[in-house]
């Protein structure tokens, strides 16, 4: 029969070390305040996680902002190939105005739509000449007809800059990048709160249907929930279903990540984002009621807002529907189609609180977060009963 072997003093003392490790790792898991970013694909979360670098962590580098080159000249190139692409394909079409136009868009065409390793001139000068044209102008302004991304008209607009062979992004540049998330992605970062450093942890998790069910592995330990909508897409089909409206999706998710068991005991906070684009939308004619009838009923106080402002009525509407859904216990009928909800379940009222928002505006998200940061602290002391 084989004798136990006594342990070594050596053995002792990497045990005690790793107890002592893995209870300061604890400890800090603990400490940490846990916020999680939620919402379907395209509505600004990866920039939110951009703006917590730019105010909490110094900004970017000039290496990381060099890195982000090949990214946003292939925005660039996704742009003007999709715009390009889509002008006979709307109905009514649109013909380019300018004859030297026909040639560019010929050479956009033949590129493709997978990003290049590298943009010869031929490249930029055959984007100038498009972006000159009127046609290619008023595409954009019915760009929720087909799959665009938001900062379009921006990289196209300093297409001077971007072809610079020494171009290096600027912050807005690197803010107005799309890039989508595949995955969980985490930043660190510390923030005052009444004379101490508060230790903030932020995931990102993709948006897109087929990164949700992703969403689950990071539920654990997380005190709010920042759930982000872009208002701007109330006319705009999912890039990954096209039968559905991007907003309608927004609100069903947003629904299910409510009233889900899973986030109970976590603060829920939403970002209604892109205001920005909403109101651009708007000011070009784009009507609200054509996707949401009941917008056309939806009055608006003045305690509030302007009531004859269509625009003020509009954001304020996708706020009631938020409301509406967080004081309204999901059906048992349809639950079923919520997966992670569980409406037997008694569950106390829980406040929901909104902010409008444009990701890409620094001097915004900054106030806001401040906001945010002092109701998720306050919520954690008072949790703890030290307030």
């Known amino acids: 029969m084989p004798c136990s072997r006594k342990p070594s003093k050596p053995d002792e003392e990497n045990s005690y070390e790793i107890d002592r490790y ?14 999680l970013l939620l919402g379907t694909g395209e509505s600004g979360k990866t920039t939110i996680i951009k703006q917590m670098k730019i105010i909490h962590i110094n900004g970017f580098s000039d290496k990381e902002k060099k890195e982000q080159t090949v990214y946003i ?18 109905s009514p079409p649109l013909v380019l105005a300018n004859e030297e136009s026909k040639p560019a868009a010929a050479f956009i065409l033949e590129l493709g739509p997978d990003r290049l390793d590298e943009y010869t001139n031929d490249f930029y000068d055959n984007v100038r000449i498009l972006w000159r044209d009127e046609a290619i102008k008023r595409i954009i302004n019915r760009s929720n007809e087909f ?10 607009d300093r297409i001077d800059e971007i072809s610079d062979p020494n ?24 923030v005052p709160y009444k004379g ?18 992703k969403w689950i592995q990071v539920f654990e330990g997380i005190q709010a929930i920042l759930f982000l909508i872009a208002a701007s897409d109330f006319d705009q089909k999912l890039r990954e279903d096209e039968g559905t409206n991007r907003l309608a999706e927004a609100f069903e998710v947003f629904q299910t990540m409510f009233w889900s ?15 920005d684009l909403l109101k651009t939308k708007i000011d070009n004619g784009h009507k609200v009621e054509d996707y949401f009838p ?15 402002s269509y625009y003020d009525r509009a954001k304020f509407f996708m706020k009631n529907k938020l409301h509406s859904i967080a004081s309204t216990k999901p059906s048992p009928e349809t639950v079923g189609l919520l997966p992670g909800v569980h409406v037997q379940a008694e569950r106390e009222s829980q406040a929901l609180y909104t902010h409008f928002t444009i990701a890409t505006d620094t001097n915004n ?17 008072q949790a703890v009963g030290l307030i």
């Not at 056309?296 to 009531?307: A, I």
Request: include cysteine.
């Open 22 to 35: 893995l209870l300061s790792e604890r400890k800090v898991w603990q400490e940490a305040v846990k916020l």
């Open 73 to 90: 000249r292939y925005n660039l190139h996704e742009a003007i190939y999709t715009l390009v692409y889509h002008l006979d394909k709307i």
């Open 147 to 156: 799959q665009l991304i938001d900062s379009a008209s921006y990289f196209l």
């Open 167 to 190: 171009y290096i992004p600027s912050v807005q540049d690197i803010l107005h990048c799309r890039m989508k998330t595949v995955g969980i992605s985490k930043i660190e970062f510390t």
């Open 196 to 213: 101490k450093k508060i230790n903030f942890w932020m995931f990102d998790v993709g948006g897109q249907r087929g990164e949700r069910r």
């Open 261 to 275: 068991r899973f986030l109970e005991d976590s603060g829920k906070i939403v970002f209604l984002n892109k205001q």
């Open 294 to 308: 009941e917008f056309k009923n939806f009055v608006l106080s003045e305690k509030l807002g302007n009531p004859n």
């Open 365 to 381: 998200i900054k106030l806001v977060f401040n906001d945010v940061k002092d109701m998720i602290l306050t919520k954690n002391l």
